[in-house]
T-cell receptor
Framework: AQSVTQLDSHVSVSEGTPVLLRCNYS??????LFWYVQHPNKGLQLLLK??????LVKGINGFEAEFKKSETSFHLTKPSAHMSDAAEYFC????????????FGTGTRLKVLA | SAVISQKPSRDICQRGTSLTIQCQVD?????MFWYRQQPGQSLTLIAT?????????ESGFVIDKFPISRPNLTFSTLTVSNMSPEDSSIYLC????????????FGQGTRLTVV
């Protein structure tokens, strides 16, 4: 069975410092992986996706993630945090059973300090 | 991207009643899903809405409690039946487009409070 584990439930960074949100996945096959962001009282927005092309994936708002098969990781990074980045972030793996179901991680709440 | 209209955006309901949530997409999509997000929690898949046939439910969710319809490729409804306070959650519609088949789009969600 496929799954994702987000290693930190809460992360706090100062504005202007790097962001690292960690995600490990479990999958028997080459997975499709995603990061979504959810701002308070807003819908989910796709940040980036990995679908077996380039291992370094660039997304919106300066975010990027690197797929590392040897470490079964897909960590989300950003060089410099902005106040507007404060939100809940979800790492997601898509089921490879042909059902296209998404399996969500438990989420990481990012707090950005002024 | 697909534009999803989900209604209502929020509601406060009495226990024992039912609420039907609508999801309308601006284009034909391959897959439609319904998720639940309990307070402070992640998203859990309730079911896959199948066009013209019964939905496919995940473990822990049953048709009598969460009946789902999908009469065509752009519309689906989720009903939360015989509600209790434990049903207070955000319910989200999600769609996958036929031309991408991997990237899912989400509605804004319906925030349900049962009193």
């Amino acid at each position: 069975a496929q799954s994702v584990t987000q290693l930190d439930s809460h992360v706090s960074v100062s504005e202007g410092t790097p962001v690292l949100l960690r995600c490990n996945y479990s999958s028997s096959y080459s997975p499709s992986l995603f990061w979504y962001v959810q701002h308070p009282n807003k819908g989910l927005q796709l940040l980036l996706k990995y679908t077996s092309a380039a291992t370094l994936v660039k997304g919106i708002n300066g975010f990027e993630a690197e797929f590392k098969k040897s470490e079964t990781s897909f960590h989300l990074t950003k060089p410099s945090a902005h106040m507007s980045d404060a939100a809940e972030y979800f790492c997601v793996v898509m089921s490879n059973s042909g059902t296209y179901k998404y399996i969500f991680g438990t989420g990481t709440r990012l707090k950005v300090l002024a | 991207s697909a534009v999803i209209s989900q209604k209502p955006s929020r509601d406060i309901c009495q226990r024992g009643t039912s609420l039907t949530i609508q999801c309308q997409v601006d284009s034909q999509v391959t897959m439609m899903f319904w998720y639940r997000q309990q307070p402070g929690q992640s998203l859990t898949l309730i079911a896959t809405a199948n066009q013209g046939s019964e939905a496919t439910y995940e473990s822990g969710f049953v048709i009598d409690k969460f009946p789902i319809s999908r009469p065509n490729l752009t519309f689906s409804t989720l009903t939360v039946s015989n509600m209790s306070p434990e049903d207070s959650s955000i319910y989200l519609c999600s769609v996958l487009r036929a031309d991408t088949n991997t990237e899912a789009f989400f509605g804004q969600g319906t925030r349900l409070t049962v009193v």
